[in-house]
């Protein structure tokens, strides 16, 4: 008989059957009986069409082939009978940036083994699905809701049948969301500053770190210095043992600096990309030592750092407070210019000073 195997087919399906007898001298055929759910039509001494029934519950049925002239010869095919694929999950629960996503969408029915996929539509960036519907991945933002369509497919030997659902997943926002995955963007040294405020007044820092490309920091160098309204620390070295880095989908990321005065974490936002590496950045501190403050990173170009390429006419400027001419700590800046020789040395050089509105010009420095 043929098929000869199992078959498996959805309601409603029909398959075609065909027997034939070796040295059938009675030419006879064969004679067919069914047992189980559905009927039998188109009998002939050679062929015959199973029709599964529409509707009920999944089940078995058995078609038997009998020589018509010697009853001892018989063969018989199994057809099991499956309702229609179907998706049942009708909703999905809502994940959060930066934080691993696992779900699985449900099926029911459907003949033989049923297949998954999106039909139309995406899901958020960072999330993937399976051919069994398993939903997983680590969602990288932006938030916000993902629309798709999932197409649930069998494989009924009378031919696939398929089931559409449309679903969305929406992905929310979280503070303290870290992405991953793109730690190439931050690929060399890097130059940063930072102004703030910590417990006892303001706080300034600024340093230098190298990012391997891989989420490490402090590669070759890594030092930073302090300057706070309880001192100033300087050439502080960072411990590139304990200080490492993410970069989200988004370009977004963290970023955690050890050093011997203590630990910060940051959260930051890549720009400038050029070749595939940012030489720009903006972030802040995102922890709980009592400090707050933002600042800029870029990246450096090693080669400038010998006295010969600081020559030449510049200008300057900070502002912070100050505690120099009053006992109140109060706002101060101050600008000036300077020309470089580029061997060293200093001339030509003006500073201004303003504490809390006492403008101190100084002259020539």
């Known amino acids: 008989m043929t098929p000869g195997s199992a078959q498996a ?44 029934p529409t509707s009920g519950n999944a089940g078995t049925a058995t078609v038997t082939a009998t020589s018509a002239f010697d009853s001892t010869k018989f063969v018989s095919v199994t ?42 539509g995406s899901l958020a960036a960072g999330l993937s699905m399976d051919s069994s519907g398993h939903i997983t991945g680590t969602p990288a933002g932006p938030s916000g809701t993902s629309g798709f369509t999932v197409k649930a497919t069998d494989s009924s030997s009378a031919g696939a049948q398929s089931a559409l659902q449309n679903l969305s997943i929406t992905i929310n926002a979280s503070a303290t969301a870290c992405g991953s995955g793109r730690e190439s963007l931050l690929n060399g040294q890097y130059a940063f500053t930072m102004q703030g405020f910590a417990a006892n007044g303001a706080v300034t820092l600024g340093g230098m770190f190298d990012a391997d490309g891989a989420g490490h920091i402090a590669r070759a160098v890594g030092v930073e210095d302090v300057n706070s309204s309880i001192g100033v620390q300087t050439a502080v070295s960072i411990n590139s043992a304990s200080s490492s880095y993410s970069v989200g989908g988004d370009n977004r990321g963290c970023m955690t600096i050890a050093t011997s005065a203590g630990t910060s974490i940051y959260r930051f936002a890549l720009g400038v990309i050029n070749s595939g590496v940012a030489s720009k ?29 600081i020559n030449g006419n510049y200008a300057f400027g900070t502002d912070t407070t100050s505690t120099l001419i009053t006992s109140i700590r109060s706002r101060f800046a101050m600008v000036g210019a300077f020309a470089a020789s580029g061997s060293g040395s200093i001339s030509n050089g003006e500073l201004d000073a303003n504490e809390n509105g006492d403008v101190n010009k100084s002259g020539g420095l």
């Open 9 to 52: 087919i959805d309601f409603g399906q029909s398959v075609s059957l065909n027997a034939s007898i070796t040295n059938d001298k009675s030419g006879k055929g064969v004679t067919w009986a069914l047992s189980g759910a559905g009927s039998l039509s188109g009998q002939t001494p050679t062929a015959v069409i199973y029709n599964a």
């Open 281 to 309: 950045g903006w972030f802040i501190e995102f922890d709980n030592t009592g400090t707050l403050g933002s600042g800029v990173l870029e990246k450096q170009d090693p080669s400038a750092f010998s006295t010969s390429r």
């Open 79 to 120: 057809i099991n009978v499956t309702p229609l694929p179907s998706v049942t999950t009708t909703s999905l629960p809502a994940g959060t940036q930066g934080t691993v996503y696992s779900q699985t969408v449900a099926t029911s029915g459907g003949a033989g083994t049923v297949t998954l996929t999106v039909s139309s």
